[in-house]
């Protein structure tokens, strides 16, 4: 079982992404939104957050490739939780 460590991670990752563009755009775009997002998205935090799910990813097709039931159902509950937040 390859477990789903790196999935996890590149999905926390796009999560982020989603809530930092969804924060900066919710009145529209504006030119100054681009800073705004480039400023976030620098940040060591976020930074570190991007490595980490980089680094992995080549091991994404052998945890997709050996996902059981019940790895499946993580992974949807996990995405359900995530969009709850964004719909805030």
Not at 27 to 48: N, R, Y
């Amino acid at each position: 079982m390859a477990g789903l460590k790196e999935t996890k991670e590149m999905m926390v990752m796009g999560f982020a992404l989603a809530a930092m563009l969804k924060g900066e755009l919710k009145d529209g775009f504006q030119v100054a939104d681009l800073m705004a997002i480039l400023e976030k998205g620098l940040t060591p935090e976020f930074m570190a957050m991007v490595k980490m799910a980089v680094e992995g990813m080549g091991e994404i097709p052998a945890e997709a490739k050996d996902l059981d039931l019940f790895e499946g159902l993580e992974l949807v509950k996990f995405c359900i939780g995530e969009i709850k937040k964004l719909a805030v």
